[in-house]
């Protein structure tokens, strides 16, 4: 490393797209900044020793009280573009779950609220998540 080389500081995430068979899907209002009061996907940091597909099935459940098994989330993509987060440099693994259409809901952890949204009537997303959700949804139905 040269003396103008300098290390970047990047936070690595987990994110789940949770839909049910008929087309809804699982998001958040955050409770926190950034983009406090903005829907998102269920997700958050992936702690020290822990796999990205651990910390998505954690998340989800902390978040929305969903409990799906990490085995159960597919992989469809990482996201890490530099400027993803205001934060900072973040770079997420992204899962989807397919759950069943009556799978009930609470709101934990940092979310405000979490509710069940038609595919088609979404509010603008948080991030990148609307990106997110587009391959999700592109490799799921």
């Known amino acids: 490393m040269t003396e103008t080389e300098t290390f970047e500081t990047i936070r690595y995430t987990a994110d789940v797209v949770a839909l049910t068979p008929d087309g809804d899907v699982l998001l958040i209002e955050r409770g926190r900044p950034p ?3 903005a829907w998102a ?3 958050g940091h992936v702690d020290a020793g822990e796999a990205s597909r651990a ?3 954690r998340e989800l459940a902390e978040e929305t009280g969903v409990d799906v098994a990490a085995g159960d989330l597919r992989q469809i ?3 890490d573009l530099p ?3 205001p934060r ?3 770079v997420t693994v992204a899962y989807v ?3 069943p259409a009556s799978t009930p809901i609470i709101a ?3 979310a405000r609220t979490a509710r069940w949204w038609p595919v088609d009537a979404l509010p603008p997303l948080a991030f990148d998540h609307a990106d997110i959700l587009s391959v999700a949804l592109a490799s799921t139905f």
Do not use: C, K
């Open 35 to 37: 983009h406090e009061g």
């Open 41 to 43: 996907l269920p997700g």
């Open 55 to 57: 910390a998505a099935a």
């Open 77 to 79: 993509g990482v996201w």
């Open 83 to 85: 400027h993803r987060d």
């Open 88 to 90: 900072g440099r973040y």
């Open 97 to 99: 779950a397919v759950v």
């Open 108 to 110: 934990g952890d940092d």
